[in-house]
T-cell receptor
Framework: DVKVTQSSRYLVKRTGEKVFLECVQD?????MFWYRQDPGLGLRLIYF???????EKGDIPEGYSVSREKKERFSLILESASTNQTSMYLC?????????????FGPGTRLTVT | GQQLNQSPQSMFIQEGEDVSMNCTSS?????WLWYKQDPGEGPVLLIA?????ELTSNGRLTAQFGITRKDSFLNISASIPSDVGIYFC??????????FGPGTRLSALP
């Protein structure tokens, strides 16, 4: 079974703090993604990576950065947390093999910025 | 950008009933995925579809890739209490990222 794990299920941080969210997948997937999920707004793509040290901006990258130093690990960084970054953060990795393209999600990190 | 619509937005289910929902788009897709999300958890992949007209089952769940490639359908037969949750569809075109629907919320009748 594919397993995507996220370092924390719940986090509470103060405005202005630097926040690291870690994601690890164990299936040797090339592609990894960070989304945020908010009521009424659905899933929105923040950043994605298709290889080690590669990153691409998604739809809402402002206020975030990412790091992918190893294939299995993709980190999301909030440089200076703000209250509007309170959200559910979901990491995903995907398998692309021929026409098979499946994306698997981690359990999520609920971040509260106070 | 591309948008997906899901219908119904929400519904109540009674144990033993069959449930149907759909996902539509103004654009065509090469892949459709269906997910279920429980409160406070990440979405779990239920079914993946790769070919127009394809019908795929996973236990009591059956999903279809619409012939026009602009829609997909999910059916749940003989629903049980643990089917409660939010069901998302996602569409993909090669070389692009997934587009997600807003979800269909299934709730149990009180």
């Amino acid at each position: 079974d594919v397993k995507v794990t996220q370092s924390s299920r719940y986090l509470v941080k103060r405005t202005g703090e630097k926040v690291f969210l870690e994601c690890v997948q164990d299936m040797d997937h090339e592609n990894m993604f960070w989304y945020r999920q908010d009521p009424g707004l659905g899933l929105r793509l923040i950043y994605f990576s298709y290889d080690v040290k590669m990153k691409e901006k998604g739809d809402i990258p402002e206020g975030y950065s990412v790091s992918r130093e190893k294939k299995e690990r993709f980190s999301l960084i909030l440089e200076s947390a703000s209250t509007n970054q309170t959200s559910m953060y979901l990491c995903a990795s995907s398998l692309l093999a021929g026409v098979v393209y499946e994306q698997y999600f981690g359990p999520g990190t609920r971040l509260t910025v106070t | 950008g591309q948008q997906l619509n899901q219908s119904p937005q929400s519904m109540f289910i009674q144990e033993g009933e069959d449930v149907s929902m759909n996902c539509t788009s103004s654009s065509i897709f090469n892949t459709w995925l269906w997910y279920k999300q429980d409160p406070g958890e990440g979405p779990v992949l239920l079914i993946a579809l790769y070919k127009a007209g394809e019908l795929t089952s996973n236990g009591r769940l059956t999903a279809q890739f619409g012939i026009t490639r602009k829609d997909s359908f999910l059916n749940i037969s003989a629903s049980i209490p643990s089917d409660v949750g939010i069901y998302f569809c996602a569409g993909l075109n090669y070389g692009q990222n997934f587009v997600f629907g807003p979800g269909t919320r299934l709730s149990a009748l009180p």
